[in-house]
Structure formats: structure tokens, C-alpha cells
């Protein structure tokens, strides 16, 4: 077991008989998962993806990870949302800490997750004489955010390559057969790979669109999908009473409806912190509709002890605390004795600093506790390629168990249209030109007098 | 003017005479903090500084910030909270994003601010070949984090610069006149700046703890100097319906007392990120204790419309959404046409990318006001030094007005002992031993048989 999951210190805010009362509603929302029987049944392709996913792309990605290895200084990655997150998630829970300022690695820069014109300007002057391939990651590649960036990326390497240089230097992770990023790609033979139909971005990290940039990152995509593929043999089991992550989504919804509102995620290792974003999109695009769930926030610590803990500690008892853990730490190091001892730290000489932080693990959990803060804690025996890709499963899993528990659809995101909407509108594109007018009025009206 | 406050878009969750009624209330808080009366008024040196402090020091800020530059291809700066958040903030939101990757600069790191071995050990490989400095800041100089870090640094410098070399390197940043750090600055000779006795950890940026790293940086310190002078000459008036930081913290809280739990700080550009987190620690430490005060979060757009969209969009309706805005980019750059227009994107070509920024900005917050979202904005003319520095004190004014209106003491963090004083004890420091022995306890009757 890499994994475990431990709600013992929840056990003063809600009783065992309370979780166990779910376990006949967790068997539910286990068929509809895998019967493809519930809401957003169209996009359950997640669940048996680390069983029987496409060999022949999978060799296709560790090749052309290699080829970028072996002629780019860096790789640039354009995409947002879970075209993003999920990368740059995995690439810096498992990579050197300063990855890009080491010798010898191929570098991993993201781009097309923002609208600043600084970001990228301050990009490409990075990016100075480096040699670099690109990977554009869109369904429909009409999204604005990378879309704009792939254009302003695009000719870049246009001027720099030549056209047909660039072509061998720029891959697309797109739809299998449509939509414009597709076309491009076909036009321009570009080598492409394929975002599911059946797997939304929020779960898309064990596909292409995260394993192609994990891989370029030089971590081990096989190890990462062997990981996946256990976990899911591992918590394919309706039963409650010894599926782990399945107790996890009865835990937060038994909080949840006893008031509990906000679900902060918390790890002491730094390199953990995108780890931690790719789980709000999962958690908080999944639940955070038709005005319920719980609102997903993190913290990194000890670092945010310094800051939020105070709140954490003493604020409003509207917080559930999760905690990451990770048994086995990537690198141990012993404090040593000092003589003056000004600082008073000998007590802790001869100990490895991991033991300390573990204490501070243990000490926050208990501090909490007694503050009114229930803790979960979900386990990794270490941090490897292998526990990455089971952890992301028992994530995943839990959350279409937790969602449906909670009476959504969690592989929907409605939400995120208004806004896209709206900007549309204001800006002007066609088809748009009845809600610009709107909204011009609206706006006009609002300004005083 | 250079900050402006705009509520007009919360004016649908809170009418106008809420926020009047606050009017006299704001009196008195102000009051109390420039009479220094309140509650925390040990705590208010932060509240004339800017137009008040040490020359001499500021002088030898710049000095030491020269001879880092003038030696050294990175300054480490060692410290957690207020120590950290503050220059962090301020180097990120000002300097090149690429900041430690680009030629000639000097480049900062930060350690101390967590007890992870693998950072540590990956810092200390990153930093092989560099000519470094440090800057460690800790008022007592016992603080677990920055302690162990400073050892393990001040070793390395040792080492490589011997004892001696590494004395001129090493500036310590600390009590006027107690306390191991100050205790071993004077020692060992190294230079020493005053972190005052009255300016609390998380309004300290603008003293010697945010000043150094900002100026070593290379940043312009007497601009932000001036610019919080400024502010803090504007924001020295009671009147609420003219001062504009006071009406953030009234608006706050008659959101907060009709339900409204966590406010989110919002930014659309990336380099904004720190701020936010600088930001969480002002608002959440002085006001998350008592069992009150709002859930400070914070979201970068639009990188996180594609992922936390969904729940402000639909989620539960206990969100205020409060945007730190920039008016003018600090770059500009034009979308170019393209021929194909397979991406669909010409209708946006000869726009500049941050007139489609802002047009995502203003169609956001039409879109979550429509969907529940009360909205605020903080608007900054520009992003420069003047205007940092106006920022700092436009919310730390705002604070201690929010905190003492909240009825709370903004200015202690008396949660943040909880999980020290356990940390302690589980350590086996010296006078933590009847602590000890209570916990082992009760961790050990928690264990399941």
C-alpha cells in the first residue's frame, strides 16, 4: 500500500456511524460510475484509462519526449487550465526543486495560462538563445488564452526555424479528428496527440496532455501510469468500509453537511504546492456548482503556519484541514551541533531535519484538532513517479464519488462559460454583437453621473 | 492619484447606508490607531513610518544592497512570515519574471521558510558556483524555520568564504539590541538591521526586513518609500466618505456581517501572485482569531478561471471577490493578424494583449456579480516601486481599520504558538517536558489497538 488515507482525527466532529450510513450510497454512486450510468456519463473515460490506454500513442509520446530531450534546451508548454495544471503539477512535485537552473535538463516553461503581455514578452526574452519545441495543448485550439499565446509562439519559431524547421519542433495535443488546432496541425504536419473525447481536462493528466510535457520533463511515464493502473485496480471495490478513497469522499461530505464549508489542503514539502492547484480545479470545478461544496483552498507548510495559521488555528470553524503527507522524504539531511548553540537548536542536533518537520506535521495536526479543526490525512509512502500516478487516481476517484454524494455533476463545468462569454461579447467577436450591445448599456448605466 | 477603490459593483449585495453607517465607527478606529489606544497599540509603528524613519539606516540599506550586487551573483535571504512575504512580494511583482535567469542580475532566493530537506539540498546544488550572500532576519534568532536553515547556510559560507570572508557576506537583520541572532551578530561582526520593536512581522516590509532584498534586488526603495509616504499623508483622514482605504475595510466587513465568509483577492496579472499571498497573511493573521473574520483566498486570472472559475461562477454564494488591478501594463504588445485565422482569433488582431486582458477582466466580474459575487477593486495607475509602496500602506491602513470595526486585536497572532509549543514538546526541547509526556499520552490512547 503507497497510499492511506486516515480520518481518525476527524473522529471528535462526526461519529463513525455517520460515515458508515454511507455506505450504501457510496455502492450508488460506484455503478454510476463504472456502469456509465450517471450524470456526465460521457466523461467517466478516466476511470478504466490507466488499464487500457492507447500503447501505440504512449510509444509515440516517449519518443517524441526524446527527440525534444535531445535538441531543445527547454520545452514550452501552452496550455490552461487542466491543460496545465496537471504538467506542471507532476513536473514539480517530482523534479529538481530549481529544475530549470540545472545543467544538462531539458527546461519546462508554461505559457498560454495568462492574458499578460509581460509574462510572455519577459518569456521570449528569457528564451534568448535557447534552442526550444513547443507543445500546444487544446481541444478546440480556439481558447483565447492559448490560442494568443500560440500565435505570438508560433512565429517566433517561424522566424527562428524557418517554417519547415519549426514544423518538426512544435507538437499539438488536440482533438483526434476536429476542430482548428487539429487542422493546423494536419496543414502543418505537426505531429499531434489526442485529448479523449471521454476525459474532461480537469482529469486529463494521465493522457497525453500531461504525460507528453512529464515526459519531455524527464520523469518516468511508466512508472507514473504503473501507479495509476494499481490504484485503480485497488479502489475499484464499492465497499466503504476498505475503500480508502472512497472514505475520503464520506468524510468531506459528512463535514460539509454539518457546516463545515472550506477544505484546505495542506503538504510540508514546497514542491507539493502545484500539486495542490491541480487538486482545487479537480475538487472545486467538480463540486463548486448549483451554489453548493466545499470551497478548496491550500497551504503550503511550515511556510504558511507563519501566516495562516493564525486563521487556521483560531478563525471561523468552517475549515476542514487534509493533509498530503509523505512518509519517506526525497533527500535526508542531519542537523548538526553547534558549539555556541546561540540559536538553541541543539536539542534537534543529530536529528534529520525531516524528523523535525514531521514533528511540526504532528504538532499542527494535534494543535488543529483541539482548535476545532477536523484532519484528514491522505499518505504517500514517497514521492515518486509511481505515487504521483496513484495519488492523482485516488484523488479522481474520490471526487466523482464525493460529487455525486453531494448531488452534482462532477464532470460538468458550466460556469466557466460566462465569463468567456462576456469577454467574447466585449470584445467584439462575431456572432456576439447582441450581448455587446447589452452590455454596453448595462455598463453605461451603471457609470455615475 | 494612483490607487483607486471602486465599489459600485457590491452595491447590489450592500446599499449605500450600511456602509454610511460605519462612518463614526471608522472615528474611532482611527482614532485608536493614530492615538495609539487601542487594542494592539504596542503594535503601530507601522502607521507613521513611511513619513518617519531611520535615514541613517536607510542609507546603509542602500550600501549593503550595492556591495551585494557589487559581489554577488545571489543574495539568499533566510526568514518565514512577515520575514519573507513582504520582499518576496515586492521582487516578484517589480522585477523580471525570468528575475533569476537573466543575465546580469542579482539573483534572490529565499530559504528558511519551511524544514524540507529536499529544498534545502537542492538550493544548496543550485547555488554551486555562485558567489552568494545572506540575508537572515529573524527578530529572536530562535524561530525553528530560519534557525535551522542559518545553520546550515552559515556553515556552507563558512566553508567556502572561511570564517572570515563569510562575515562580510552575512547581514543580519534582527532585534535593536537582544536576542541570539543579535547576540551572534555582534560577535561574529556582521552587519545588523533593526527590525523595531513595535512594527509587527507582517507590517514590516517596508522596515530593513523588506528593504534589503528589495533594494539587493535591484528595485528602487526610495520610490516605494515615497509612495507609501504619499499614502500614508492620504490615508491620515478619518472622513469615511472620502478616504478610500477606510472604505475597503467598512465594505468588507458589512459583507462579512450579512454572511459573506471568504474573500477572495483576485489578480490578472501573474506576477501579482505574492501579493496575494502577502496580502493573506496581513488580512488573515489580524483577523482570523476569536473564532471571526473573512477566509482570506486568493485566485490569479485568468489563469485560475479555468480552474476555480466554475465555483465562484456557481459554487456556494458565501464569496467576495476583490480585484488588485493594474491600469497600465508594464509591457505593451500587439496581436498580429493572421492569414489563416484558423484559431478564429483575428477579430482580437491590432488589439494589444491587455486591452483583451481587461476586457477579460471586465466581462469576469460582470459575469460573477450576475452569478452572486459581490465585487471590489483595488485599482494601481501602474506597476512600479511608488505604487507598491502606496498598495503596502493602502491595505495595511485598511487592515487595522477592518480588524478593530471586526472587533478583534489586528495586530497579536496568539494561534501561532499552538503548533510551535507542541512542535517543541514532541522535539524534546528543555522545558517542554511535562508537555511531552501529556501528548505522547494522548497520541498514544488515540492509536486504534
Known sequence: MAITFDYSNALSFVQQHEIDYFGDFVNVAHRKLHE???????????????????????????????????????LIVIGIGGSYLGARSAIEALSHTFHNQMEGKTQIYFAGQNISSTYITH????????????????????????AIAFRILREYMEKKYGKHGARRRIFATTDQSKGALKKLADEEGYETF????????????????????????GLDIDQMMAGAAAAAEKYNNPDLATNESYQYAAVRNALYRKGKSIE??????????????????????SEGKDQKGLYPASVDFTTDLHSMGQYVQEGRRDLIETVLAVKKPRIELTIQEDEGNLDGLNFVAGM???????????????????GGVPNLIVELDELTEYTYGEMVYFFEKACGISGLLLGVNPFDQPGVEAYKNNMFALLGKPGFESQKAELLNRIAAAKPE
Open 36 to 74: 456509465k450510468e450517471g450524470p456526465g456519463s460521457d466523461y467517466l473515460g478516466w476511470v478504466n484509462l490507466p488499464l487500457a490506454y492507447d500503447q501505440e500513442e504512449f510509444a509515440r509520446i516517449k519518443h517524441a519526449a526524446q527527440r525534444i530531450r535531445s535538441h531543445s534546451d527547454a
Open 352 to 370: 534529520t531535519m525531516d524528523e523535525v518537520n514531521k514533528q511540526a506535521a504532528l504538532g499542527t495536526r494535534l494543535a488543529h484538532v483541539d
Open 264 to 285: 484546505l489542503l495542506a503538504n510540508f514539502e514546497p514542491s507539493l504546492h502545484f500539486v495542490s492547484e491541480w487538486w482545487k480545479q479537480l475538487f472545486g470545478e
Open 123 to 146: 518569456l521570449l526574452e528569457m528564451l534568448e538563445g535557447k534552442n526550444i519545441s513547443l507543445n500546444v495543448i487544446s481541444k478546440s485550439g480556439t481558447t483565447t488564452e492559448p
Open 194 to 217: 489526442v485529448i479523449p473525447d471521454d476525459v474532461g481536462g480537469r482529469y486529463s493528466v494521465l493522457t497525453a496532455v500531461g504525460l507528453l510535457p512529464i515526459a519531455a520533463a
